[in-house]
């Protein structure tokens, strides 16, 4: 797997080679080597690639009661990733076990959180839905540093690029809607640091999709 990682840097420094790295946060291949588990706000996920540190918080609004990130293993063949979990039991399994996306709970509207040790301006994501296979052509929402909410769409295999306009250090997401069409996870996020200048390779990763997908069965073949 860390040769796949190195490979779409050196892919991405030919598309624009005098940028500062991106950094890339491949939470399948996280599943896949500690296995699956929640993460209480208490002690929350964290993951540093490229010098750049993602922390990941969970909550469910009305309200903005704690909840857990949830890394979500195997089902239909395919790792799930980063989801959100409302209750965990005592060995961090989500309960039920269903509740393991990004979803609307009931009357609760779960919402990821991301914190980043340095300001960025964009990310491109890979998400993934209810069942595992790509988020295809489908919305979710987010916000900027606690702004409002705006909307994303993903591509035919479930990748995006959100270029923020401005630096952020954090950025929610959440459904875009009620129905297991609009659950989640997100399997892997790239993200530049500022300037903002090098966010312009963000087609390059894009272009890198394909490749990424299909080194991807590897690891649950």
Same mark, same amino acid.
């Given at each position: 797997?860390?040769?796949?990682?190195?490979?779409?840097?050196?892919?991405? *420094?030919?598309?624009?080679?005098?940028?500062?790295?991106?950094?890339?946060?491949?939470? /399948?291949?996280?599943?896949?080597?500690?296995?699956?588990?929640?993460?209480?706000?208490?002690?929350?996920? #964290?993951?540093?690639? *490229?010098?750049? %540190?993602? %922390?990941?918080?969970?909550?469910? /609004?009305?309200?903005?009661?704690?909840?857990?990130?949830?890394?979500?293993?195997?089902?239909? !063949?395919i790792i799930g990733g980063m989801g959100v979990c409302t209750t965990l039991d005592? #060995?961090? /399994?989500?309960?039920?076990? *269903?509740?393991?996306?990004?979803?609307?709970?009931? %009357?609760? /509207?779960?919402?990821?959180?991301?914190?980043?040790?340095?300001?960025?301006? !964009?990310?491109?994501?890979?998400?993934?839905?209810?069942?595992?296979?790509?988020?295809? #052509?489908?919305?979710?929402?987010?916000?900027?540093?606690?702004?409002?909410?705006? %909307?994303?769409?993903?591509?035919?295999?479930?990748?995006? #690029?959100?270029?923020?306009?401005?630096?952020?250090?954090?950025?929610?997401?959440?459904?875009?809607?009620?129905?297991?069409?609009?659950?989640?996870?997100?399997?892997?996020?790239?993200?530049?640091?500022?300037?903002?200048?090098?966010?312009?390779?963000?087609?390059?990763?894009?272009?890198?999709?394909?490749?990424?997908?299909?080194? @991807? @069965?590897?690891?649950?073949?």
């Amino acid at each position: 797997m860390k040769l796949r990682l190195s490979g779409i840097v050196c892919a991405c *420094s030919l598309v624009l080679p005098a940028v500062v790295n991106a950094a890339l946060f491949d939470f /399948q291949d996280w599943i896949n080597t500690n296995g699956e588990q929640g993460f209480n706000n208490a002690a929350p996920f #964290s993951l540093t690639d *490229s010098g750049l %540190t993602l %922390t990941a918080t969970a909550f469910d /609004q009305p309200g903005m009661v704690v909840s857990h990130v949830y890394m979500d293993g195997l089902f239909n !063949g395919i790792i799930g990733g980063m989801g959100v979990c409302t209750t965990l039991d005592g #060995s961090k /399994q989500c309960v039920p076990s *269903s509740d393991d996306n990004v979803s609307i709970d009931g %009357t609760s /509207q779960e919402i990821l959180s991301w914190d980043f040790s340095a300001n960025i301006n !964009g990310i491109t994501l890979e998400m993934g839905n209810s069942q595992h296979p790509a988020f295809a #052509s489908s919305n979710f929402e987010y916000r900027i540093n606690g702004g409002g909410w705006l %909307t994303g769409t993903t591509n035919a295999t479930g990748f995006v #690029s959100l270029d923020f306009g401005v630096s952020a250090n954090n950025i929610d997401f959440r459904t875009a809607g009620a129905n297991i069409t609009d659950q989640f996870y997100i399997r892997n996020a790239a993200i530049v640091p500022v300037p903002a200048a090098v966010w312009l390779f963000s087609s390059g990763l894009l272009g890198l999709a394909g490749m990424v997908t299909r080194r @991807k @069965k590897r690891l649950v073949g």
